[in-house]
């Protein structure tokens, strides 16, 4: 008895996320998520689910769909050796940065009360560091507490209050563009040591979101201090100072699930697939709305490939076949914008989409357990990337009765109905179809 139903239409092509790209002067940053109390070596890569940059480019942005209460690290590489006597280091900024300015690129920076200019960034750093000759790789552990300690970076929901001082609007839009924001700024290390690390306060306390509690749900994200962690630096140990002008920036934007779609530019993301590839296991566990939206993202994306191909491709909406004939085709209906989905083709679609873990819990709602005992397919805090075909549809009868049932139980959002019984060489022997019960068009002012 087969497992695995074919698919009925065509479906959209899967396109894993790319590698991070690299930034000028081969820089590479990339973010490693695990838990606070875990081995280094416990730490996973983690892809951003988008990119707004090419390789070679002075500033990078990557976005991130975070976890609070995973511990992260960041990992600076060069990805070839740096020229005969040329040492770089980098200033690390967190939490701070206007959203509404991220794409700006500064050539220069400074320190807070310096002469104002539009090309020079004056934000406060938290730290810098350095890479020595022959170094090819920084860990970035988490905030600056002394020349030998750093606080681990730990993702959190900010703390809540009861009022923001002056206008509540105002103070919300600044708020709400500062969660989730680090940035790190590749610069030349001078050759001449001018000044020692720093030193901050052994109990200074890191930017942390603030809100009205009005906006509760809709701030969710910032980055708060974990355990400390010890470095290896000796506090008399006198560090070269950054040179002034910036080489490279890469800018970090992270937030929950909640926090992304809160925010005006929620269909940007939480409509597209690629948005749950980079999505943490936990994220799809732990929310409901996750699951909601992204099966009705990627029912979408099925029938947005019909449209598509209406005009050279008819399918018999009664069997859903393809219809290779030319006078058959014409006498045919066309996919229209609100036409009958197979459920096994999403199945499909979300199998290949996403890493069997997340593929799993989308469609049925829950954990996959094994009988080994082994959860999730093996996969931690985040998605496997390259799963082999034969991972993909592991359980793919159990993912289309999940997925059956969820339609069920959303009548008002959606139109199942049987078209195929009795199909005995299938565990599933029954075949669904799916349309939603109302047409609901994106209005344009959604979108950024």
Not at 66 to 81: D, E, N, W, Y
Not at 95 to 116: A, L, Q
Not at 380 to 399: C, I, M, R
Request: charged share 25%; glycine share 6%; net charge negative.
């Amino acid at each position: 008895m087969a497992d695995i139903k074919p698919r009925v239409g065509e479906i959209p092509e899967a396109v894993p996320l790319p590698h991070v790209s690299l930034g000028k002067n081969f820089f590479k940053v990339e973010l490693l998520v695990g838990r606070h109390d875990g081995p280094a070596s416990d730490y996973q890569l983690m892809k951003p689910f988008q990119q707004t940059s090419k390789d070679g480019d002075p500033l990078s942005i990557d976005h991130y769909v975070a976890t609070p209460g995973l511990s992260f690290v960041i990992r600076c590489k060069l990805a070839r050796p740096a020229k005969t006597g040329a040492l770089y280091g980098a200033r690390v900024y967190i939490d701070s940065g206007n959203m509404k300015e991220i794409r700006k690129i500064y050539k220069k920076w400074g320190y807070p009360g310096d002469e104002i200019n539009d090309d020079v960034d004056l934000s406060e750093a938290d730290h810098y560091f350095m890479m020595n000759p022959g170094q090819q790789e920084y860990i970035i552990n988490g905030f600056y507490v002394s020349p030998s300690e750093s606080q681990r970076f730990v993702f959190a929901e900010p703390p809540r209050i009861n009022s923001i001082d002056g206008d509540p609007e105002v103070d919300f839009e600044k708020e709400i563009n500062r969660v989730g924001t680090i940035r790190i700024m590749f610069c030349c290390v001078d050759s001449k040591p001018s000044e020692k690390i720093r030193n901050i306060d052994y109990h200074r306390k890191p930017q942390q979101a603030t809100t009205n509690k009005s906006y509760d749900e809709k701030i969710k994200m910032s980055t708060k201090p974990g355990n400390i962690i010890q470095d290896g630096c000796s506090s008399s140990k006198r560090k070269d100072i950054l040179d002034r002008d910036i080489l490279y920036e890469r800018r970090l934007i992270y937030n929950t699930y909640g926090g992304f779609s809160a925010r005006r530019t929620t269909n940007q993301y939480s409509n597209s697939g690629v948005f749950y590839k980079g999505m943490p296991l936990k994220c799809f566990l732990e929310q409901h709305e996750v699951r909601f939206q992204g099966v009705i993202t990627f029912f979408r994306e099925v029938a947005a490939l019909r449209i598509g191909q209406a005009s050279d491709i008819r399918i018999d909406l009664t069997t859903e076949q393809r219809i290779d004939d030319t006078q058959a085709a014409r006498n045919a209906p066309q996919v229209l914008t609100n036409d009958w989905v197979c459920v096994e083709d999403i199945v499909h679609h979300v199998s290949k989409s996403l890493s069997p873990a997340a593929s799993y819990i989308l469609c049925t709602g829950m954990q996959h357990h094994a009988k080994n005992d082994v959860n999730d397919y093996g996969e931690k805090y985040v998605q496997k990337q390259g799963a082999s075909e034969d991972e993909q549809f592991q359980d793919f009868a159990e993912k289309e009765s999940g997925l059956v049932q969820f339609f069920k139980n959303n009548p008002g959002v959606y139109n199942l109905e049987l078209y195929r019984n009795n199909q005995a060489m299938y565990r599933n022997t029954k075949s669904y179809r799916v349309k939603l019960a109302v047409v609901d068009l994106l209005e344009s002012g959604d979108e950024e």
